[in-house]
């Protein structure tokens, strides 16, 4: 019975290192992880940075507006259904299409929500269509610890799109994060950088398939033998 309650024990260890290194740097690679990013020295000594990373079969121009409706009972942020249930319940689905609605022009110190109002939200530190866009906040902390314990947490959501070859595009994520007091910090790296892993990679995967999906869905399909097409002119 020993033998099998350490044999669990190092599975548990093991799978929840495994998470730790998966929520820091899963889909990006060492290169990427090297680069300066815009943002990176609004938080200059973090206590966690995690950088992850997809290709998108589409144009970072293609890619931007998905970007710009991210929000609180916005457009979401394309995560899995199952991950906003079990986390985010009271927040809305994740926007299959881009809303006119919803699609704006971002620019340095505008609010993005990220909960019911009063709570938390992003600001805007720096916007240029289509490449780079930096999200900051200080308000992921309940008042009633700021006021009671000192607790901050200060982080950055930098998002970098390089264009490829083929229109594509590389979105490149990384967040800097500090706490205090230590007890936060510490709960910080525990429990925040696995659950990046499930987040921030569903939230790539949600972009990739709708940034594609809209991608196609804008190009003309030749309709069988018609002589109007460019090509048979």
């Known amino acids: 019975m020993s033998h099998l309650v350490r044999y669990a024990a190092g599975l548990c260890v093991a799978g929840y290192g495994a998470l730790q290194v998966l929520g820091r740097q899963a889909g990006s690679t060492p290169q990427e992880r090297r680069q300066t990013l815009a943002g990176d020295a609004a938080v200059p000594h973090p206590h966690a940075v995690t950088d992850h990373a997809i290709t998108i ?18 457009g979401g942020y394309y995560t899995p ?30 609010t993005i929500p990220d909960g019911p109002p009063g709570t938390a939200s992003f600001v ?8 780079t866009l930096v999200l900051r906040s200080t308000t992921h902390v309940p008042p009633s610890w700021r006021d009671k314990f000192g ?4 982080w950055t959501w930098s998002f970098q799109l390089n264009g490829l070859a083929d229109d594509r595009t590389r979105l490149h994520v990384r967040v800097r994060g500090r706490a205090a007091p230590w007890w936060l910090a510490a709960a910080y790296i525990t429990a925040i950088i696995p659950a990046d892993f499930i987040m921030t990679t569903g939230m790539l995967r949600g972009l990739k398939r709708r940034a594609e999906q809209t991608c196609i869905a804008s190009v003309p399909v030749r309709p069988a033998a018609d002589p109007g097409w460019p090509e048979d002119r």
């Open 57 to 74: 079969g589409a144009r970072p121009e293609a890619v931007w507006p998905w970007l710009t409706q991210m929000g609180w009972h916005l």
């Open 81 to 110: 259904r199952w991950v906003d249930r079990l986390l985010f319940p009271a927040n809305l689905p994740s926007a299959d299409v881009l809303d006119p609605g919803l699609v704006r022009h971002l620019a340095a110190g505008d």
């Open 124 to 131: 805007v530190e720096e916007a240029d269509p289509p490449s």
């Open 151 to 154: 607790a901050a947490v200060d």
